[in-house]
């Protein structure tokens, strides 16, 4: 895979609601907190390799005592997320959200006020995750599914963020410039984890980043995908709205803190870019 050519591609066809048993070293299974509902536990700690900025991202990173101090004090850090099991898309942390979550925690250090935009949140874990690092985070969904915007609001107030103070949750659809879209401000990263599941709307998620880049032309766009098919393809979609891809190396993504990226993933594929626009 080179830049530029993105082949969505190579799944096994197995999509089931789980990863791999094995990955029990970050998650697990506890109680039943409401009918159909179980917590699922994802521990990050600190890895005594960490990378101190986001690939790509070289802005300077404000330094204060107070920041170097809950920097340092941040060695794990332990995220409940409520699941609603035999449910829709966004009830469920689908393995491509461990592996951002994952990749923002070694680069925490730089997500200290940085303006971070979640597409299609589902239960949020990266987002999440990205707050309780220091970085003032929107948490966003399709606006015409209230139970799944419902949700990621519990899923922030089981991890005592209280949505409008500490995070803001949004309806937002792709490929739609609502309201929602203009008020959302300046942003310097957009993260998304397995958005590119259905290829009817890979257009619509296209159309919605080129529009959030040229407001924002120096953010980027950082998303994990899970391979499924081999006719999957964003080639064309990114020549056809200006924008630019690169794969990002994920194979040593937890190994510093002694995390196989296999525990994490089972046996899917999983992918890890980044998108911002043509210069």
Same mark, same amino acid.
């Given at each position: ?16 609601? /789980? ?5 029990? +070293?970050?998650?697990?299974? +506890? ?7 179980? %917590? ?6 600190? =890895? ?32 409940? $997320?409520?699941?609603?099991?035999? =449910?829709?898309? *966004?009830?469920?942390? @689908? ?9 923002? &925690? ?73 309201? *929602? ?16 599941? #259905?290829?009817?709307?890979?257009? #619509? $998620? $296209?159309?919605?980043? /080129? ?6 032309? *120096? ?11 081999? #006719? @999957? ?7 056809? &709205? ?7 190396? =994920?194979?040593? %993504? ?26």
């Amino acid at each position: 895979m080179t830049s530029g050519h993105f082949q969505l591609n190579g799944g096994d066809g197995n999509d089931s609601n /789980s990863s791999s048993s094995t990955a029990t +070293t970050n998650t697990l299974t +506890t109680g039943v907190t409401r009918e159909n509902e179980k %917590i699922r536990n994802f521990v990050f700690t600190k =890895s005594n390799n960490s990378i101190e900025a986001i690939t790509s991202l070289k802005e300077p990173v404000a330094s204060t005592s107070a920041n170097a101090a809950r920097q340092e004090s941040l060695e794990k850090l332990e995220i409940q $997320i409520p699941e609603l099991l035999q =449910s829709g898309y *966004s009830f469920y942390t @689908w393995p491509c959200a461990p592996v951002l979550a994952w990749f923002l &925690w070694e680069r925490r250090g730089a997500l200290v006020g940085k303006r971070i935009l979640e597409l299609g949140a589902g239960t949020a874990l990266p987002g999440i995750l990205a707050a309780k690092c220091g970085a003032q985070v929107i948490l966003s969904d399709n606006c015409i599914l209230p139970k799944s915007l419902a949700h990621i609001q519990r899923s922030c107030e089981h991890n005592n963020l209280v949505p409008g103070r500490d995070i803001r949750v949004i309806g937002l659809s792709w490929g739609l410039l609502l309201n *929602s879209v203009f008020s959302l401000g300046p942003l310097d990263i957009i993260i998304a984890a397995d958005c590119f599941y #259905d290829p009817s709307i890979f257009e #619509d $998620i $296209i159309v919605t980043i /080129s529009f959030l880049l040229d407001r924002n032309p *120096s953010a980027k766009f950082i998303f994990t995908y899970q391979e499924r098919s081999a #006719d @999957w393809c964003i080639e064309a979609l990114l020549k056809k &709205w200006k924008l630019r891809a690169i794969l990002i190396n =994920s194979e040593d %993504i937890g190994k510093a803190s002694g995390i196989e990226i296999s525990d994490i993933i089972g046996n899917h594929t999983i992918h890890l870019l980044e998108i911002t626009k043509e210069s």
